[in-house]
């Protein structure tokens, strides 16, 4: 039979990348990039390429299981979902709405449908306790958008920037942050157009390998660090003063605020020298479109919030943001942008809106509720106790911070159900599996990542680029799946509730409940085209008409308009606030305390996260192809570290902190500043489980208290950044 080719969006993380699968006798043979694509040009990587495979792997669940008598068995979805109600019913009758809790994790984000109808499902139970991702990966990202504010026309983009500064990020692996939907080629293009490139890592990444200039610095000074490069470019004149005069308010709070970090003070602590500093600061300052994006090591580093709010100060610092009479080319396809104004949006409270929790007076922000304290509300016995969870494309045993107390936390819980197409860490847990259809037999479109674009500048696209797939390959035979969305509507059916879906095509919450469709569970279960028209609903290009345009399916740019970037009104009352208190306040409090470390004699090595380019997290790390590439999960040294030791490469090392200790095989990386060590999060065993150094290598969230050095708006504690010491295994 000859060769077919069927068009597809990766799911394999939210980059959502247009490829192309080759069949042949019906079943796929190859996944590849599309050369054609007008955003990604051909790119794929190793996930997206395997993700062929992850429908026939032996560990892919092709039936729901429940938990009897200690042993799981297949399950029918339909019985499992009506079984379930019934338990959240009586629990709800026994303990109040808010002993239900949803954790949405980082797939539960790659697919809209069941997203939309997980929070409409919590919504129709009146429950408040919804956890996502956020809060344990980059929550500063949210907090920065309410205290600095937004500027609504949005900032330049990689094809227009003469200079970047990237900061514990590396957008050539993760895909998140920097230079857009292929990173490689978007920043080799770049670097030939004159591009200059900052990065600040304590690793010498692939992107810091690009770099102009890179400050190999200490884990944990980032706040520290861009102060001293605030400093400086005020000091050396840089600055945007009719920006700033205009635009901002809080300049003179802020000259006062980043006095005392001087380069010779926070050379002194952050690992590099003065004279790096104050280039670093001159280099950006020269700049005229430039970006800063910064990723999950500041944000799992103890000072996400001000180290993500201090990069967007210096953006408007330079006044980096796109001006009245420009153009801005994304207009948006299937989700609704910022307004073109060239005007701030104002600074508005990154807390005291929401749901406030029973522990460490943490409560909801704009980030979410906290999931660093979700173990201690399953624990926390009393009235508002959570007694049922359900994790939606999650794993919290391998990716919560506190493994100990997560696990504890699991075993106590009522009711606990997982929605994977596998048997995790957390789903050996669970009380039931819901296993659903993955990748090629769902319908899909490109919204998650256009979705991102409104959150930072190289991320989602460039221009009206949107892509819609139909499914490409039948669920396995025998098998009996769902997805998610039919499972929270039978729910929802079996309660007697209705599900109200709110469009996901806008980033304003107003607007996207305004544009809610109601799901009547006394009707038939919607198709899958209305689903998406509903979750859709008011989106630039309407989910219908894209689907007529065969092109469509294999990703096209959209024929719309650039805007013009408008005035700012003069009745608006919106400004940057690059002074805020709360930003400023924490700025004196480091001032006062950086450099002090009472454990660093007991735990003088830092363990930070490093993200792997061919696997995302915890997700199929029992991959054939996989484990061609990455044999092992291992602890990435640096060989004069190793040396001082008595450590050789290949040998078994255990990684101690305040809280607990892990094993790893150890790997000499002389990328890794000495006195680092980088371990990959989202792997290990649990912690009942015998350690598995080889294989499974440790969890990074062993390491970590979930209670303790924690941030008090968002609740994340150290994840990255961890004192420890490291020792041989004999």
């Known amino acids: 039979m000859s060769l077919e080719q069927k068009h597809v969006i990766c799911r394999a993380c939210h980059a959502q990348c247009g490829l192309i699968v080759d069949f042949k006798d019906g079943k796929p043979v190859a996944t590849h990039g599309n050369k054609d694509n007008p955003a990604y040009a051909g790119f794929s990587c190793s996930k997206g390429r395997d993700l062929q495979n992850y429908h026939s792997y032996p560990s892919r669940l092709k039936h729901s299981l429940k938990k009897s008598s200690g042993e799981y068995v297949d399950y029918e979805w339909k019985t499992a979902a009506k079984e379930m109600a019934k338990k959240i019913e009586l629990i709800i009758s026994e303990h109040g709405p808010d002993s239900v809790a949803l954790y949405i994790g980082t797939f539960g984000y790659n697919t809209f449908p069941s997203h939309a109808f997980a929070l409409a499902f919590m919504k129709a139970i009146k429950s408040q306790m919804i956890f996502t991702s956020v809060t344990i990966d980059q929550p500063g990202k949210a907090i920065t958008a309410a205290l600095h504010g937004i500027w609504l026309a949005g900032g330049y983009r990689h094809k227009e920037w003469d200079g970047l500064l990237v900061m514990g990020s590396n957008p050539l692996v993760s895909m998140l942050g920097g230079v857009g939907a292929n990173p490689a ?4 293009e770049a670097k030939k157009r004159g591009m200059k490139l900052i990065v600040i890592d304590p690793r010498v990444t692939e992107t810091a390998k690009q770099a102009d200039l890179h400050l190999q610095c200490n884990p944990g000074y980032d ?14 004149d840089y600055h945007d003063k009719d920006f700033i005069k205009k635009e901002t308010k809080g300049f003179s709070d802020l000259v006062k605020a980043v006095q005392p ?7 002194e602590f952050a690992g590099v020298t003065e004279e790096e500093l104050v280039e670093a600061a001159r280099l950006y300052g020269s700049f005229k479109k430039a970006d800063i994006s910064l990723g999950t090591g500041p944000n799992m580093s103890g000072a996400g919030n001000l180290s993500e709010y201090l990069g967007k100060v210096i953006m408007s610092l330079m006044g980096h943001w796109r001006r009245e009479g420009e153009l801005k080319e994304n207009v948006g396809v299937f989700v609704n942008g910022f307004p073109p104004i060239a005007a701030g949006s104002g600074s508005t409270p990154a807390t005291g809106f929401g749901k406030k929790l029973r522990v460490r007076d943490l409560e909801e922000s704009t980030a979410g509720l906290p999931t660093g304290a979700l173990a201690d509300e399953i624990l926390t016995p009393g009235k508002g106790q959570v007694k049922a969870l359900l994790v939606l494309g999650g794993n919290p045993m391998l990716a919560w911070p506190d493994q100990i107390k997560t696990f504890k936390a699991m075993k106590k819980l009522e009711l606990l159900a997982c929605f994977d197409p596998r048997k995790t860490k957390t789903g050996i847990l669970s009380d039931y599996i819901i296993a659903p259809k993955i990748h090629y037999e769902r319908y899909s479109t490109s919204a998650p990542n256009e979705l991102l674009g409104n959150f930072g500048n190289g991320w989602g696209y460039e221009d009206t680029y949107g892509q819609i797939c139909d499914p490409i390959l039948d669920v396995p035979e025998g098998s009996n799946l769902c997805e998610e969305q039919e499972f929270f509507y039978e729910m929802a059916k079996e309660l007697g509730l209705n599900l109200t879906i709110n469009s996901m095509a806008f980033v304003d919450p107003n607007a996207a409940s305004q544009n809610q469709t109601i799901i009547k569970t006394d009707e038939p279960f919607p198709d899958p085209i209305s689903i998406w028209e509903a979750i859709l609903k008011g989106s630039p290009v309407s989910y219908t008409e894209a689907r007529k345009d065969l092109n469509s399916f294999k990703g096209k740019r959209f024929d719309r308009e650039p805007d013009t970037i408008q005035k700012r009104p003069d009745d608006w009352p919106g400004y940057l606030n690059i002074g805020h208190p709360i930003m400023i306040s924490k700025l004196k409090e480091i001032a006062l305390t950086f450099g002090s470390s009472p454990i660093a004699d007991a735990f003088p090595f830092r363990l930070i996260s490093r993200r792997l380019k061919d696997a995302l997290n915890s997700a199929w790390h029992e991959s054939s192809s996989l484990k061609k590439r990455l044999p092992h999960h291992p602890a990435y040294i640096n060989p004069s570290d190793m040396l001082q030791l008595g450590i050789n490469d290949g040998d078994l090392v255990e990684i101690t902190s305040e809280r607990s200790s892990i094993k790893c095989k150890s790997y000499s990386a002389s990328d890794v500043k000495v006195g680092c060590l980088a371990v990959p999060h989202g792997w290990g ?16 969230g062993r390491l970590s208290f979930n209670d303790k050095n924690f941030d008090p708006i968002t609740g994340i504690p150290i994840m990255s950044a961890i004192p ?3 020792s041989k295994l004999n």
Do not use: M, W
Request: one cysteine or more; glycine letters at 6%.
């Open 185 to 188: 080629k978007n920043l080799h």
């Open 223 to 236: 706040g520290e660090i861009l102060a001293c490069i605030i400093r400086t470019i005020i000091q050396e």
């Open 261 to 267: 970090f001087t380069p010779k003070k926070v050379a």
């Open 685 to 700: 065993t649990n912690p009942d489980e015998e350690d598995d150094p080889i294989n499974s290598g440790g969890n990074t």
């Open 724 to 726: 420890v010491k490291l």
